[in-house]
């Protein structure tokens, strides 16, 4: 099969990979309908997480089962389904208390590498989702985006608990963030503040249901956020960059007694204690266990009720992934799609 593979900063290519097999009965084994580039894929790229390539890529997928484990029972070969980032068996303490991606027994697919035709996915059935139906095809984005960037952007409002007669700011408008939005949307959220200065990425989270846009940054993001809440802050702030400056400027934005969910990866992130004891701000994040949220997102996207799909505004072919990562880094992209 063709898979990508990371061999240093900057550098993906496309290649011949084995294709996966059965190694543990509880695995399923997928062709991928398709697949795409994350954020956090750009931390290896641009050399700030370290690279031991060559290192196949990707961590979201959705497609046919192909086959399936002697020890797996739900999941049936020509099902459509869906999987998160992490493998998880959605059966332990763990996992039944909502936190999947914290399994005793997860298992991270960005190192089997989803950018792929085929990818092999362990705990089938406690990973994977099915539809219905295989869906028609103009679903399959919307679908694809519930594997991490829907779900990771619904975890960071349901931890920031957005819903209603709240006002809601969201800090990054990545893919994550403009999803947090249209998450926030969904639970009822009064007012939903996005915090974005690129004009296409505004358009989005307008349709999305953002009511303000704040094109403010650090301090002064944080002076707009308190002037559009009669001084107080925001009772919920979704965090979702993971750089100091975002932590900040989302920890700063929110109000005594308001819940920050921060969702984007955080990298040499240190909080000053002091000043976190004196802010009465309650703080949930992580990586964002998406299987929670998968059949409520799944039966949204079957019955139309909302269109996550519209965060991928660059469609390529696989054997163009390099340009892929480029378009992203450059922010060219908000989100590239691979087409198989
Ligand atoms: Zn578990």
């Not at 697919?109 to 996915?121: K, W």
Request: one cysteine or more; hydrophobic letters at 40%.
């Amino acid at each position: 099969m063709r898979g990508a593979v990371l061999h240093a900063p900057g550098d993906v290519r496309l290649e011949v990979r084995d294709d996966p097999t059965i190694v543990e009965p509880t695995d399923a084994i997928i062709r991928l309908s398709a697949t795409c580039v994350c954020g956090s894929d750009l931390w290896p790229y641009r050399g700030i997480e370290a690279v031991q390539g060559p290192a196949p890529m990707g961590h979201e997928y959705v497609g046919i089962v192909e086959e399936v484990g002697s020890a797996v029972s739900a999941i049936k070969p020509g099902q459509f389904v869906i999987g998160s980032f992490f493998a998880s068996d959605n059966t332990c303490e763990i996992c039944l208390a909502g936190y999947q991606s914290s399994c005793i027994h997860r298992e991270p697919m960005g190192i089997i590498g989803t950018q792929a035709e085929l990818t092999r996915v362990p705990l089938a059935d406690g990973t994977l989702v099915g539809t219905p139906d295989p869906p028609p095809k103009d679903l399959i984005p919307s679908f694809l985006a519930a594997s991490d960037v829907l779900g990771t952007g619904w975890f960071g409002a349901v931890a920031a608990k957005a819903g209603p007669g709240k006002t809601v700011a969201v800090v990054g408008d990545g893919a994550v963030g403009l999803l947090a939005v249209l998450a926030a949307r969904h639970l009822g959220a009064e007012r939903i503040i996005a915090m974005s200065r690129h004009v296409p990425r505004q358009k989005l989270a307008l349709e999305f249901g953002a009511t303000d846009i704040v094109e403010e940054r650090g301090d002064e993001g944080v002076a707009r956020i308190k002037e559009l809440t009669s001084g107080l802050g925001a009772h919920s702030v979704i965090e979702a960059v993971g750089t100091q400056e975002s932590m900040m400027q989302a920890i700063r934005s929110c109000r005594p007694g308001g819940h920050v969910g921060y969702v984007g990866v955080l990298h040499d992130v240190e909080l000053p204690g002091e000043e976190m004891f004196f802010s009465h701000v309650h703080l949930h994040g992580g990586p964002a266990p998406v299987r929670r949220f998968l059949p409520q997102l799944v039966d949204l996207i079957w019955n139309r009720e909302i269109d996550p799909g519209k965060v991928f505004d660059l469609a390529l072919p696989l054997d163009d992934v390099a340009e892929g990562y480029h378009a992203m880094d450059e922010r060219r992209a908000i989100k590239v799609l691979l087409e198989l």
